[in-house]
């Protein structure tokens, strides 16, 4: 239907002057109701070679506004603004931007639902019940008012995608919507999905436990740093022996040049302490042969140094006296000790700790040579070769001994200094091993003992691997900063791991994706970031190829990786006000415009400005509420300031 025509013809606008016969901002057009009067409706044109040109209006004005007489005349010259956006060709095919232009007093109509239906290549749906869904309802649009729309699955789910916002703009929601409506599906049920959300305001249980899902699809709810099952949530673990060696440096803050080499020293002297304990009768005295050896070497290298006796008599006094205590403080280690000799050992080279008017008279160092005598060289070559291989299980319970006997080492070797630069690595030692908050990180289920089980674990296999979990929620909420960068880092490096191992079409098969709430807490862009590698970084760029995905959610994406958010090719942005954020969205993507900008400001919760791969144009729209929603509604401060008080106890 008609409503106006062009009166001029700009290379970014054209100015159209509406009809005299539409009155209001609305026509009925075969009983559907189309609005274009409201700043950002759409409307046609054509071009001489009979393509549409699909238009966005920008302003609407009244030529007549300054005529006294005419200024609020319903009769006056109505005129409009409009932007153009894309082609329609003669194909039926929809192309952003346009090529040949309108001409002057060319009609301007109405964009009807079935032009937006070619606009977006809207899937027609089919009453066939064995039809697989290709798409989800996201909102109604703000543009065409009343038109609902629909987003393709595959264009969506296919990449990297972020939805952007303030606080309380509304992103939950859209996240908790669209996965909800996926998993409403009726017949051909998403029980092929996995999605794992790092919860980390605690917002998405509400909105997935009650939720209507096809009753195949499976919930899981993980908490860290919980002794059992409570409030549906079950106890969650990040076992510290599948972390590497960068994600330990990491957490403990680790310096390059002087803490990784010292920590990388200390996983391996961890791993053969546990060796000590946990092997079998015959191979428990080849590695009580490596400790032998190394408490040798540490006294050779004290009695070497060009000291007085007085002086390295009492530094190897002190040396056995701490690796004896060292030993006591696991009660396995010392009955492993005392089986194979090596405990009654260590009090005769103590008892050789004497001075007579400062002299030991070598006694010390026959005794030494004594004990050295017993080591079997070519079991000591075989321990010394043998590498704590990734994500192979030791205990944590070694971990401080083995740092003690390392310190040790340093102090015989005459570096005095080392105790100093591992000060604040051994207080994050410290704080590992015995603070609460990381008991998560310390315990294990009984079976998971490498990757493999691991993974299985988190999408709760039973033991025939016949029952999957679709969705999987770990609530984040209650973590400090360093333990939740640490969680999200490594589980997404072991799926990206596991993934990479696949090959072929077998890449293309169970799809995951990771759904990172409040991404600018574990995904900076800077120095600030605590791990050398960000895993996210190395996701975004390479884990399409391994159908690994990431939905990236935040509230300051200033603050985002920059590599992370400009590998994200669908975006859903809701209000934005902060000026630092806006300029950052505004640099990292080549096609955002100060019209999307204004757009996004003034959006209201849960409006927002959808664009990228999932679209054939940007689009407003007012996103769907999730049914229930996630646990993220604003105080109602009012409400709880002004309650009524609770009756007064009668008093007798």
Not at 277 to 305: A, G, H
Request: hydrophobic share 35%.
């Amino acid at each position: 239907m008609k409503v106006g025509k062009i009166t001029s013809v700009n290379y970014n606008q054209f100015r159209v002057k509406v009809s005299s016969d539409i009155r209001g901002s609305s026509v009925n057009l075969n009983g559907t109701v189309y609005y274009f009067g409201n700043i950002g409706s759409y409307l046609k044109t054509t071009n001489a070679v009979g393509e549409t040109l699909v238009c966005e209006v920008v302003s609407i004005f009244d030529n007549d506004l300054h005529n006294e007489k005419r200024a609020f005349d319903v009769d006056g010259n109505r005129e409009l603004t409009l932007k153009p956006i894309g082609t329609i060709t003669r194909d039926r095919d929809f192309n952003l931007g346009v090529g040949i232009f309108p001409g002057i007093y060319s009609d301007v109509s109405i964009v009807t639902f079935e032009d937006m239906g070619i606009i977006l290549k809207t899937v027609s749906k089919s009453s066939d019940n064995n039809q697989i869904h290709q798409s989800f309802s996201l909102g109604i649009s703000k543009n065409l008012i009343n038109y609902p729309i629909e987003i393709s699955i595959d264009r969506f789910f296919n990449i990297h995608s972020a939805v952007l916002g303030n606080s309380g703009s509304g992103k939950s929601n859209t996240i908790a919507h669209i996965i909800q409506d996926i998993h409403k599906k009726q017949h051909h049920s998403a029980i092929g999905s996995r999605i794992i959300i790092f919860d980390v305001n605690g917002e998405y249980k509400n909105a997935f436990v009650n939720h209507d899902v096809s009753p195949e699809i499976k919930v899981k709810l993980y908490k860290p740093n919980i002794e059992k099952a409570v409030d549906g949530f079950t106890p969650f673990f990040l076992p510290h022996f599948l972390m590497s060696l960068d994600e330990w440096s990491a957490f403990l803050m680790a310096t390059e040049a002087t803490q990784r080499p010292f920590w990388d020293k200390v996983l391996q002297e961890s791993y053969r302490f546990y060796k000590i304990v946990t092997s079998k009768d015959q191979q428990k005295p080849i590695f009580i042969n490596y400790l032998r050896y190394k408490i040798c070497t540490l006294i050779y290298s004290i009695l070497n140094q060009a000291d007085t006796d007085t002086s390295n008599i009492t530094a190897a006094s002190s040396v056995i006296a701490s690796v004896r205590a060292t030993i006591d403080e696991n009660v396995e280690l010392k009955a492993s000790c005392e089986e194979n000799d090596l405990y009654q050992e260590l009090a005769d080279l103590q008892n050789n700790c004497t001075l007579n008017y400062g002299q030991n008279n070598n006694k010390l160092q026959d005794a030494v040579s004594s004990v050295y005598e017993k080591i079997d060289q070519d079991n000591l070559r075989k321990v010394m070769g043998l590498r704590l291989a990734h994500g192979e299980y030791f205990d944590y319970k070694f971990l401080r001994i083995a740092a003690n006997i390392a310190l040790l080492e340093e102090d015989a070797r005459g570096n005095r200094r080392m105790r100093e630069y591992t000060s604040t690595m051994l207080t994050r030692l410290d704080y590992f091993l015995d603070n609460p908050d990381c008991e998560f990180m310390r315990a294990a289920p009984t079976n998971v003992k490498n990757t493999a089980s691991y993974l299985n674990y988190i999408w709760d296999f039973n033991d025939a691997k016949s029952h999957q979990t679709q969705m999987v929620i770990v609530d984040t909420s209650e973590l400090s900063p360093d333990a939740l960068e640490t969680l999200t880092s490594v589980i997404s490096r072991l799926i990206f791991s596991e993934r990479k191992t696949l090959e072929g079409d077998e890449r293309r098969k169970k799809p995951v994706h990771l759904v990172l709430d409040e991404a600018h807490r574990y995904i900076k862009k800077d120095h600030k970031y605590i791990l050398k590698e960000n895993i996210f970084e190395k996701i975004a760029r390479e884990g399409r190829k391994y159908s690994l995905y990431l939905l990236v959610s935040s509230q300051r994406p200033s603050e985002l990786s920059e590599t992370v958010l400009s590998q994200c090719s669908n975006f859903i942005i809701h209000r934005i006000q902060n000026e630092i954020d806006m300029r950052y969205v505004y640099a990292i993507l080549p096609y955002f415009s100060d019209d999307f900008a204004n757009k996004i400001k003034q959006s209201v919760p849960g409006d927002a400005l959808v664009f990228g791969n999932c679209v054939s144009m940007p689009l407003h729209v007012k996103i769907h509420k999730a049914s229930p929603e996630p646990n993220s509604k604003n105080c109602n401060v009012s409400e709880e300031w002004f309650k009524s008080a609770p009756p007064k106890k009668e008093t007798h």
